[in-house]
């Protein structure tokens, strides 16, 4: 079984020098903020642009990190970006269920996903190996895609954002969602067979790429 990725060079000199008591927690986390914000970015639901923005969920997993930093040193249960990367998917959740509740999460609601990843995953479900024709555009197709992700459980949204999206290994997909690998990649398989049902629902088929 493969280990997830480790963290950079940088990054362990970094939390070594938090353990020998130098201040040293914002420029470590610095390093982080760009990938934070992006995998944030990913899920932000479109009901919390009015009270809240990326950024905002961004800053409440510094906090928190910062305040369980010694936690993490005490026990290093995973490398720190993923930890990191763990965090600020719990702050999204809780600002999620403070503004808009746990269960009225909008179904279809289209999520910010970039088109070419989305028209890449439906050539892939949909067993294409070409491009979309005249008859499905590539934006018109990474909408349908955008709109499908959306409506799927919570758990194989993630799995699929997680995998397709942000490119994580299954290891490291285990670590954020405190599963198995194993359970990840099952997971994912039934998460791609829910998307194509979605997108054949849709009208979409291979003879339309």
Same mark, same amino acid.
């Given at each position: 079984m493969h280990e997830p990725k480790p963290d950079s060079g940088e990054t362990l000199r970094l939390l070594e020098r938090i353990r020998d008591g130098s201040p040293a927690f914002d420029e470590l986390f610095q390093r982080h903020r760009g990938s934070l914000r992006?995998?944030?970015a990913l899920r932000f639901d479109p009901a919390l642009r009015a009270?809240?923005?990326?950024?905002?969920?961004?800053?409440e997993a510094q906090m928190e990190a910062f305040r369980r930093l010694p936690d993490f040193l005490a026990r290093e249960p995973m490398p720190?970006?993923?930890? %990191?990367?763990?965090?600020?998917?719990?702050r999204l959740i809780m600002m999620r269920r403070k503004h808009i509740g746990a269960s009225r999460r909008t179904v279809g609601?289209? %999520?910010a996903l970039p088109n070419h990843s989305s028209v890449m995953l439906a050539q892939h479900v949909l067993a294409s190996s070409g491009s979309p024709s005249k008859l499905v555009t590539?934006?018109?197709?990474? /909408?349908?895609? /955008?709109?499908?992700?959306g409506k799927l459980p919570d758990t194989d949204r993630e799995i699929?954002?997680?995998?397709?999206?942000?490119g994580l290994a299954y290891d490291e997909i285990s670590c954020v969602l405190e599963i198995e690998p194993a359970t990840a990649r099952k997971r994912y398989g039934r998460a791609l067979i829910r998307l194509q049902k979605l997108l054949t629902q849709?009208?979409?088929s291979e003879s339309q790429l």
């Open positions: 992006r995998a944030v009270r809240a923005d990326p950024s905002d969920v961004v800053q720190f970006h993923l930890w %990191l990367r763990k965090t600020a998917q719990e609601q289209e %999520l590539q934006e018109e197709l990474a /909408r349908r895609v /955008r709109q499908a992700i699929l954002l997680m995998r397709t999206y942000e849709d009208g979409l």
